[in-house]
Structures are given as structure tokens and as C-alpha cells.
């Protein structure tokens, strides 16, 4: 069984159709990379699975259990959302990281918010596994720093360690490293390497191309608010089935 089925989402904001009939499925511990024009509506797609946009028709299907289902016109408590966008962890371009709360507190604050006992006996173990995870991504002599005194590759990187806190059954990353300088990017992709080395279950949007090359175990490629081509990443990137795609990718071949 795919541990994520995409069925038809449909998305407009006002008169513009901006995810159009998107479907497609992951299984547990793949990478799949998106990649795209801007304007396509990666982030959109990434911002429906994560309930911070619901879109208009269609299904989404995790682990058996169906999140959205746009024919049932079911309307949401925030409690439910809350509990739907546990399955999702999303990393943003700009980090946001809470400026005024260390990289540790960054990680520990949703876990400790959420933990079912409020007598803080958890908290040791919440702390531990954000000590970990802050280790798990090269930074844990920064753990009592705050973001202003992190560079833009360690503040993603705290920003990976508290989506990757929640336990979220698929992480995904929206142009993680857009926002970063050249010398920065490299240390954020290899640690997303190493998340997918390790089998982490991930969604990449990316104008990496060659990373999302060389991570992804399938390729979505974008166009205009529908999934144009996907495939291996041979397919799309060695044999493309569209001119669009040709295209696209060449305009990346030119500048690198
Ligand atoms: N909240 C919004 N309201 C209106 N239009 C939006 C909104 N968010 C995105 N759009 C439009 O949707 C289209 C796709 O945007 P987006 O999903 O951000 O694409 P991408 O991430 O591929 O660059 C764009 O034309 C954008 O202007
Ligand atoms: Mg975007």
C-alpha cells in the first residue's frame, strides 16, 4: 500500500486554477523530488498536504487513513487539522524559526506543547531526542544559541531537527535552500542526503538539479498546475517526454 495517495487535488485561487488534477503516489521511505517553473504551484501542492491551504476537490490518503476527502465537504475542527498535519513535516525557504527562543527550545516547544502529560515528565526524553536530533544535524554545540546568532545554513538546519521532532510520516521541504548564500546550500543538502541515505520519507521541491537528481527515487515535474511528467529520475531528467520539460531543464543546463 502507498504510505501517500494524492487523488485529483484541484486548488483555484479566485479565477486562477492553480493546482489543476493532481495525482500521484509515494511509498514509505522514498524521496521524491518536485521540480518546476515558478508559478507552477509547487507550494501550493506542499502547503494542501500540509492543511495550511484545504483544496477544492480530491483525496489525500495517508497510510490508509483519508485526511481530505474534497466530496465529502467535511468542515474541520483546528483540533483536527492539527492532528492531520502531524503526518506532514514541512521545512520553509525562510527557516522560521521563533527568534526568540533558543535552537533547542525551537525543537522541544511543539513536542512539549503536544505531550498528553503536562506534569513535564516527558520532558527529559523530549529534550533528549532534541539533543539528538540537533546532533544528527552537526549542531549541537549551538543548542542554547538563538537563530540571530545561527548563519541561514544552521538555522535551516535547527528548522529540519524540529520538523523532524514530531516524528512526521513524510518530511517535506520547500526550496530549502533558496534562501541561502552558495556556500551555505551545501550543508543543507547534505544533510537532506543523509536523511534520505537513511530512508526518510521526503518530499523535495527544489531548483537543485542536480541534487534532486541524485537524491530523489522519483521525479515530479511541474508545469502550469499539473504534474507535466514523473518518473525515475533517468526519465525525467535523461529521457523527458515533453518539449516543456526540454525546456526547462535546459535553461538549468545553461547556468550550470
Ligand atoms: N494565496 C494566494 N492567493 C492567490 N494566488 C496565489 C496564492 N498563493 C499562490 N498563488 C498563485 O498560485 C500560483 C502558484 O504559486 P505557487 O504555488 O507559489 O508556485 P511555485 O511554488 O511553483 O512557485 C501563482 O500564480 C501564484 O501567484
Ligand atoms: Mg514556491
Known amino acids: 500500500m502507498a504510505l501517500l495517495k494524492v487523488q485529483h487535488v484541484k486548488k483555484n485561487f479566485g479565477q486562477t486554477e492553480v493546482l489543476k488534477d493532481i495525482s500521484f503516489t509515494m511509498e514509505k521511505g522514498e524521496a521524491l523530488s518536485i521540480i518546476g517553473s515558478s508559478g507552477s504551484g509547487k507550494t501550493t501542492l506542499l502547503r494542501c498536504l500540509n492543511f495550511l491551504e484545504t483544496p477544492d476537490e480530491g483525496q489525500i490518503i495517508v497510510n490508509g487513513e483519508t485526511l481530505f476527502d474534497g466530496s465529502a465537504h467535511t468542515h474541520f475542527s483546528d483540533e483536527q487539522i492539527r492532528k492531520k498535519r502531524l503526518h506532514f513535516g514541512l521545512v520553509f525557504q525562510q527557516f522560521n524559526l521563533f527568534p526568540q ?9 511543539a513536542p512539549k506543547l503536544l505531550s498528553a502529560d503536562k506534569t513535564g515528565a516527558q520532558f527529559t526524553n523530549i529534550e533528549e531526542t532534541a539533543r539528538r536530533l540537533l546532533g544528527m544535524m552537526g549542531l549541537l554545540n549551538r543548542a542554547n ?15 529540519i531537527a524540529r520538523a523532524l521532532a514530531l516524528h512526521p ?23 537532506i542526503r543523509s536523511l534520505a541515505e537513511q530512508h526518510t520519507t521526503m518530499i523535495i521541491v527544489t531548483h537543485e538539479m542536480k541534487f534532486a537528481h541524485d537524491v530523489a527515487d522519483k521525479v515530479l515535474f511541474m508545469d502550469n498546475g499539473v504534474i ?14 515533453h518539449e516543456r520539460t526540454r525546456q526547462f531543464l535546459a535553461g ?5
Open 169 to 191: 510520516d513524510i518530511l517535506c521541504f520547500d526550496e530549502p535552500t533558496s534562501a541561502l548564500d552558495p556556500e551555505l546550500t551545501g550543508e543543507v543538502l547534505r544533510v
Open 101 to 109: 527562543y533558543t535552537a533547542l527550545e525551537n525543537v522541544t516547544l
Open 145 to 159: 544559541n538563538y537563530p540571530h546568532q545561527l548563519s541561514g545554513g544552521q538555522q535551516q538546519r535547527v528548522a
Open 252 to 256: 538549468y543546463r545553461d547556468v550550470t
Open 228 to 241: 507535466l511528467e514523473q518518473g525515475t529520475p533517468e526519465e525525467v531528467f535523461d529521457k523527458p517526454q
